[in-house]
Structures are given as structure tokens and as C-alpha cells.
């Protein structure tokens, strides 16, 4: 909660991000350190463009190597609550050496257990996305 207090947001508003973020793991996140250059990456539905300058939810290249082809395993994997039939991958760099928290994604339920996400999959969540360069698609 206070990496988002220190990024000027209200108590109040951070800890309800921080409950959600905690809520979207299994365990309670480890702290890991990037080095200036490392590279996160995210997936997003093929040509819904970069991801938003907020969004804390990426993936090591180990986690993007080893996830399934198929997209519905992909993203139940990754615990997307809406699954698309392709992706775009998108990559970020750390700008400085910077604390990033990583947990194992909680499984969950869509749309009063219609559907069912194993979750399973290692989320990196960044909390100041200023730290890192723009988002940029990988494979043009």
C-alpha cells in the first residue's frame, strides 16, 4: 500500500487497489527486484492496442515461454475474466532498478461460476508503471 501512497494516491483509494491486487493472487506477493533494462510482458486481445498506462498485471519471459498455444488455456492460466481468440504481446522495459511483486494468479469464477479460471499462471504486478518504457508490441 505505500509504494501507492508514495505515488501520490489517497490512503483511502490505495488500499482498495491493494486489496485487489491482493485478491488476484493465491498468497500474499514477494518482493523482487528488476534491473534497469529488464523486460516484463503482458497479453492483450490481437488489435485491442497497448495496454493501459495503469494496468499492473505482466509476466516474466519464463511465464510468456511456457504459456499453453491454445487461447482459452492461456487465459485461464492467466485468469482473464474474458478470453479472446488471439493475443498481442506487449513488452516494457525497467527504466531503473525497480521493486516489482510477483504471486502465483488465484483461481476464480465468472459469471456466478459459469465459468471457471485455473489461474496458476506467475503475475508480476507493477505499481508504478512510470518506472518502465512505453508499452511496445512485440512481432512488427
Known amino acids: 500500500m505505500n509504494h501507492l501512497i508514495d505515488k501520490g494516491i489517497e490512503p483511502p483509494l490505495a ?4 486489496r485487489k491486487l491482493l485478491e ?5 506477493p514477494d518482493i ?3 534491473q534497469t ?17 495503469n494496468s499492473p498485471y505482466f509476466m516474466t519471459k519464463d511465464m510468456l515461454d511456457h504459456l499453453p498455444e491454445d487461447p482459452s488455456e492461456a487465459g485461464s492460466f492467466l485468469g482473464l475474466p474474458q478470453i479472446p481468440d488471439s493475443f498481442d ?5 525497467a527504466k531503473t532498478d525497480v521493486e516489482v511483486f510477483q504471486s502465483e494468479i488465484a483461481p476464480f469464477s465468472v ?29 512488427e
Not at 504481446?89 to 522495459?93: F, H, L, Q, T
Not at 471457471?116 to 512505453?134: E, M, Y
Open 15 to 18: 488500499l482498495t487497489i491493494s
Open 111 to 139: 459469471n456466478g461460476g459459469e465459468f471457471t479460471r485455473l489461474g496458476g499462471g506467475i503475475q508480476t504486478l507493477v505499481i508504478n508503471r512510470d518506472q518502465f518504457s512505453a508499452a511496445r508490441l512485440l512481432g
Open 24 to 28: 488476484s493472487g493465491l498468497y500474499e
Open 32 to 34: 523482487t527486484k528488476l
Open 37 to 53: 533494462g529488464e523486460k516484463l510482458y503482458k497479453v492483450v486481445p490481437r488489435n485491442s492496442g497497448p495496454p493501459g498506462k
Open 89 to 93: 504481446v506487449y513488452e516494457i522495459a
